[in-house]
């Protein structure tokens, strides 16, 4: 059976290793980036062009695929001039692996529906490497009927493909899956400051917390920078700080509201606005060890 053509923008650590896993599977694939030595090195694998525009993109795909940084850009995109919605095909499909809005996601299905293509919003759990060997978790919702149809695609992306239901409840798992890491990695990171401004070994607050129930990976990656300066999460304060701001606004496009998540985004957007945004979320203990009443 043919395999679909594929449009892919958006070649950043987790997209570039994607794209290089479906090229090892055979898929034809037309690809945009800013990044030109990322184009590039996807030109040179074979079996891939560059597109001009995301017009150009969609209209040479059956499946447009996103792994974008923002709903800005998402939209930006999609609505702007020669974007994806002025060139998809009826029939297609849009798929976004990025971390959007659902209010967001949801606006941009119904557009996409009045051309007669479908969405899927499909947010990634996992590393760049498992990427690179399609092994990574998705979060996949959206119409069944175009989730089937798509879901081969995503078997080669991802090792576990979670269909989660009406389009949105992707993007919503994944903002609530990161509000509780993120929340738990400050919290904790806190703890072990804490633990320093007082005077209390760090190891043997670990070995303590860690006998009970606090223990779990994200105490493990506290502890390793906390205690023996390994920064090893791999994931960024000013990610955790997007995804945080994200997640409080869909709590109050459901009406209602969450003093824990501003209370996170809080010390995330300070941390980021010290200029440590580039480093991974437990290096947030170094905010926490200078902070001063």
Known sequence: MEKPKIGFIGLGLMGGNMVENLQKRGYELTVMDLNKDEVAKVIARGNATEASSPKELAENSDIVMFCLTTSAVVEKIVYG?????????????LIDFGTSIPAS???IG??????????????LGRTPAHAKDGLLNIMAAGDKATFNKVKPVLDEQGE?????????????????????GMTTVVAMSQAFAAAK???????????????GPSNSPFMKFTKNYAVDNVSDLGFSIANANKDLGYFVQMIDDLGSVSDIAKATSGNL????????????????????TKLKK
Do not use: C, R, W
């Open 160 to 180: 576990n493909v979670f269909y989660l239901g009406k389009l949105g409840a992707g993007h919503t798992t994944k903002l609530i899956n990161n509000f509780m």
């Open 197 to 211: 401004l007082a005077g209390v070994d760090g190891q043997q607050l670990y070995d303590i917390m860690s006998a």
């Open 110 to 123: 119904k557009d996409l529906a009045e051309k007669g293509v479908g969405m899927i919003d499909a947010p």
């Open 81 to 93: 001039e020669n974007g994806v919605l002025a060139g998809i095909k009826e029939g297609s499909v």
């Open 105 to 107: 996601t949801i606006k």
């Open 269 to 288: 957007q300070a941390a980021l606005d010290a200029g440590m945004g580039s480093g991974n979320v437990p290096e947030i203990f170094d905010y926490f």
